[in-house]
């Protein structure tokens, strides 16, 4: 920022504070050196020069504090450029707009954004006309602060009043706060609103809004967008590229995501390891690992070195599919290539060894990895809590969960939904529900999907009361019970002999807004005709299979175990022959 300084002398108390110092050159040159410098020390020499400046007598101009001070912003030290200006007010050295705006932005970044504004009454009342840096800091600071509404307002006033003429980088900031916030309906329209006037979106701005929408899971408004930008003739950069590529392979969309690869260099921008590893992470998710080692491959071909996070998109791919084998290659090659495996890629060879029932292996890593000096996090311990659970040790991992909490790693919902769901397999219901009512965090206790676990554990041992009254806890907290929920509850009420109140709450789950899906008919069916209730199973089935839903396995057999007892021309052998005729359709 260009800033006009009077070129004179002004005396306050027994200082000379001047803008014309001879000492100016000198100490420009050692601020040059402190910008270009890096390492432990550049603060330290930064503040011994600070102090050299302030007993220079006369002490050089503000224009150079306030360079000085910059830099020491730039490190992130923000009370410490706080109290520097304060010591330069204390040796009267008077502070310009510049000065202000960058204790403005100091407060800002520390979440003080009301010691901000208190700085602007301040330039208000020395008579500064606050200048577009200072508005777009305060702006910025507000967002900051979780504050986007009220940035939004200063903003508009600013427009309304005509305070100042936005930039690009006000623009931006405010785009960037909306989008924060999930407006990205706004946002854009902010964007629109730009383009039509004179001061002109770049690609920051379009980059920003492309991402949002992409998150938003609005990936075709994303790449119409991007026409429009480049219709414009804003160039696209590598990172406009990675959002819409992130944002097709998100939608399952692979095959668009690897041609705009394509399309992206022969538009002369070259993509990133960051850009593979998209492409990587996505093919493995999918299954397709293989596509995942030609993009890794690929990659290679055009000079680039996958990093510690391709790698470790890789191994996961190889676990989820179950090659243990190939993921423990991919994890040896990393090794080779001096490439250091995170807690990340550690967490993926965790949680396949677990899937795979290799505890033994899963546990010894679990120990290395702590040897090696990393911390286990709550997906490493979610992971081995799942595994342990699996192979019927679960008095190991309780006392794994206890050695979490007590080395300070919190548990999450996750990792709770994994232990409720262990103990009740495990025949610990009554220990989950003490733990369970133990809990003071609400969170936890409202959610639905712990509910359920709880009401199925009780299930399957026959707490059948158990079961019914968890259930009522949810309306009287006002939970709202899922597709899960209520298919465990129409099998509890059944197995209490409640067929007709089992009916009842199929009919008031789809009043509630909840469908009942493929699993809850193959349930209530199940329990009909195990219990012999022939007549209602009937139109049960009637019903699944008008909705385009078929009973599994289990209920075919039962229903095949019924031709020998039922009347030919019957509604049920009617029903049974058009399920045999589909089964043998579809081979």
Request: hydrophobic share 40%.
């Given at each position: 920022?260009k800033?006009q300084?009077?070129?004179?002398?002004?005396?306050?108390?027994?200082?000379?504070?001047?803008?014309?110092?001879?000492?100016?050159?000198?100490?420009?040159?050692?601020?040059?050196?402190?910008?270009?410098?890096?390492?432990?020390?550049?603060?330290?020499?930064?503040?011994?020069?600070?102090?050299?400046?302030?007993?220079?007598?006369?002490?050089?101009?503000?224009?150079?504090?306030?360079?000085?001070?910059?830099?020491i912003v730039?490190?992130k030290?923000?009370?410490?450029?706080?109290?520097l200006?304060?010591?330069?007010?204390?040796?009267g050295?008077?502070?310009?707009?510049?000065?202000?705006t960058?204790?403005?932005?100091?407060?800002?970044?520390?979440?003080?954004?009301?010691?901000?504004?208190?700085?602007?009454?301040?330039?208000?009342?020395?008579?500064?006309?606050p200048?577009?840096?200072?508005?777009?800091?305060?702006?910025?600071?507000?967002?900051?602060?979780?504050?986007?509404?009220?940035?939004?307002?200063?903003?508009?006033?600013?427009?309304?009043?005509?305070?100042?003429?936005?930039?690009?980088?006000?623009?931006g900031?405010?785009?960037?706060?909306?989008?924060?916030?999930?407006?990205?309906?706004?946002?854009?329209?902010?964007?629109?609103?730009?383009?039509?006037g004179?001061?002109?979106?770049?690609?920051?701005?379009?980059?920003?809004?492309?991402?949002?929408?992409?998150?938003?899971?609005?990936?075709?408004?994303a790449?119409?967008?991007?026409?429009?930008?480049?219709?414009?003739?804003?160039?696209?950069?590598?990172?406009?590229?990675?959002?819409?590529?992130?944002?097709?392979?998100?939608?399952?969309?692979?095959?668009?995501a690897?041609?705009?690869?394509?399309?992206?260099?022969?538009e002369?921008?070259?993509?990133?390891?960051?850009?593979?590893?998209?492409l990587?992470?996505?093919?493995?998710?999918?299954?397709?690992?293989?596509?995942?080692?030609?993009?890794?491959?690929?990659?290679?071909?055009?000079?680039?070195?996958?990093?510690v996070?391709?790698?470790?998109?890789?191994?996961?791919?190889?676990?989820?599919?179950?090659?243990?084998d190939?993921?423990?290659?991919?994890?040896?090659?990393?090794?080779?290539?001096?490439?250091?495996?995170?807690?990340?890629?550690?967490?993926?060879?965790?949680?396949?060894?677990?899937?795979?029932?290799?505890?033994?292996?899963?546990m010894?890593?679990?120990?290395e990895?702590?040897?090696?000096?990393?911390?286990?996090?709550?997906?490493?311990?979610?992971?081995?809590?799942q595994?342990?659970?699996?192979?019927?040790?679960?008095?190991?991992a309780?006392?794994?969960?206890?050695?979490?909490?007590?080395?300070g790693?919190?548990?999450?919902?996750?990792t709770?939904?994994?232990?409720?769901?262990?103990?009740?397999?495990?025949?610990?219901?009554?220990?989950?529900?003490v733990?369970f009512?133990?809990?003071?965090?609400?969170?936890?206790?409202?959610d639905?999907?712990?509910?359920?676990?709880?009401?199925?554990?009780?299930?399957?041992?026959?707490?059948?009361?158990?079961?019914m009254?968890?259930?009522?806890?949810?309306?009287?907290?006002g939970?709202?019970p899922?597709?899960?929920?209520?298919?465990?509850?129409i099998?509890?009420?059944?197995?209490q002999?409640?067929?007709?109140?089992?009916?009842?709450?199929?009919?008031?789950?789809?009043?509630?807004?909840?469908?009942?899906?493929?699993?809850?008919?193959?349930?209530?069916?199940?329990?009909?005709?195990?219990?012999?209730?022939?007549?209602?199973?009937?139109?049960?089935?009637?019903?699944?299979?008008?909705?385009?839903?078929?009973?599994?396995?289990?209920?075919?057999?039962?229903?095949?175990?019924?031709i020998?007892?039922?009347?030919?021309?019957?509604?049920?052998?009617?029903?049974?022959?058009?399920?045999?005729?589909?089964?043998?359709?579809?081979?």
């Amino acid at each position: 920022m260009k800033l006009q300084v009077r070129m004179k002398c002004t005396r306050i108390g027994l200082c000379y504070y001047s803008t014309a110092s001879a000492s100016t050159s000198h100490f420009n040159q050692r601020i040059l050196h402190l910008k270009n410098a890096s390492g432990a020390t550049k603060l330290n020499d930064a503040l011994q020069l600070f102090d050299e400046m302030l007993q220079r007598q006369p002490p050089p101009n503000i224009i150079q504090f306030n360079q000085l001070i910059n830099l020491i912003v730039k490190m992130k030290h923000y009370s410490t450029a706080l109290s520097l200006f304060k010591q330069m007010r204390l040796m009267g050295i008077p502070n310009d707009l510049y000065s202000m705006t960058i204790s403005i932005n100091c407060h800002c970044r520390l979440n003080q954004v009301t010691y901000g504004f208190a700085l602007l009454a301040t330039i208000f009342k020395q008579g500064h006309p606050p200048s577009l840096a200072t508005y777009t800091t305060l702006i910025h600071g507000l967002v900051l602060a979780d504050r986007v509404f009220e940035a939004v307002e200063l903003f508009k006033k600013l427009l309304r009043d005509k305070l100042c003429e936005p930039n690009q980088v006000m623009y931006g900031t405010v785009i960037n706060g909306l989008c924060k916030v999930g407006h990205t309906s706004k946002a854009l329209e902010l964007l629109t609103f730009m383009e039509s006037g004179s001061c002109k979106p770049c690609v920051h701005h379009y980059n920003t809004v492309i991402d949002s929408l992409c998150k938003d899971r609005m990936v075709d408004d994303a790449l119409e967008l991007f026409m429009r930008m480049t219709e414009k003739g804003v160039r696209a950069d590598v990172i406009t590229y990675n959002s819409l590529i992130h944002g097709l392979c998100n939608f399952g969309r692979e095959t668009e995501a690897a041609k705009m690869l394509i399309d992206m260099e022969e538009e002369g921008v070259s993509p990133g390891v960051h850009t593979f590893t998209i492409l990587v992470d996505s093919f493995c998710k999918q299954g397709s690992v293989k596509d995942a080692e030609l993009a890794v491959q690929a990659m290679v071909r055009r000079g680039l070195n996958p990093d510690v996070i391709t790698y470790s998109a890789l191994i996961d791919g190889y676990c989820l599919r179950g090659e243990i084998d190939e993921a423990e290659k991919v994890l040896d090659g990393m090794v080779e290539k001096e490439l250091v495996p995170n807690i990340i890629t550690y967490n993926s060879l965790i949680n396949g060894y677990c899937k795979t029932k290799r505890i033994g292996k899963a546990m010894r890593l679990f120990q290395e990895i702590q040897d090696k000096g990393l911390i286990p996090d709550v997906i490493t311990y979610s992971s081995m809590l799942q595994g342990l659970f699996k192979s019927g040790n679960p008095a190991a991992a309780r006392e794994l969960f206890n050695k979490m909490q007590a080395k300070g790693q919190a548990p999450d919902i996750c990792t709770y939904r994994i232990l409720f769901h262990g103990m009740c397999e495990n025949g610990q219901c009554s220990d989950a529900l003490v733990l369970f009512r133990s809990m003071g965090s609400d969170t936890l206790t409202k959610d639905v999907n712990l509910y359920t676990i709880l009401i199925k554990g009780c299930r399957k041992y026959g707490k059948l009361d158990l079961a019914m009254g968890l259930f009522d806890e949810l309306s009287l907290k006002g939970l709202k019970p899922n597709v899960r929920t209520y298919t465990v509850m129409i099998s509890v009420l059944c197995q209490q002999g409640l067929f007709g109140e089992a009916k009842n709450l199929l009919r008031k789950m789809e009043e509630n807004g909840c469908s009942p899906n493929s699993v809850t008919y193959n349930a209530i069916v199940q329990e009909f005709l195990k219990y012999k209730e022939f007549q209602e199973a009937e139109i049960l089935l009637e019903e699944m299979m008008n909705l385009g839903f078929l009973p599994d396995s289990a209920n075919f057999e039962m229903l095949l175990h019924l031709i020998p007892t039922t009347v030919q021309d019957s509604p049920m052998r009617t029903i049974i022959q058009k399920l045999t005729n589909i089964k043998q359709m579809n081979g």
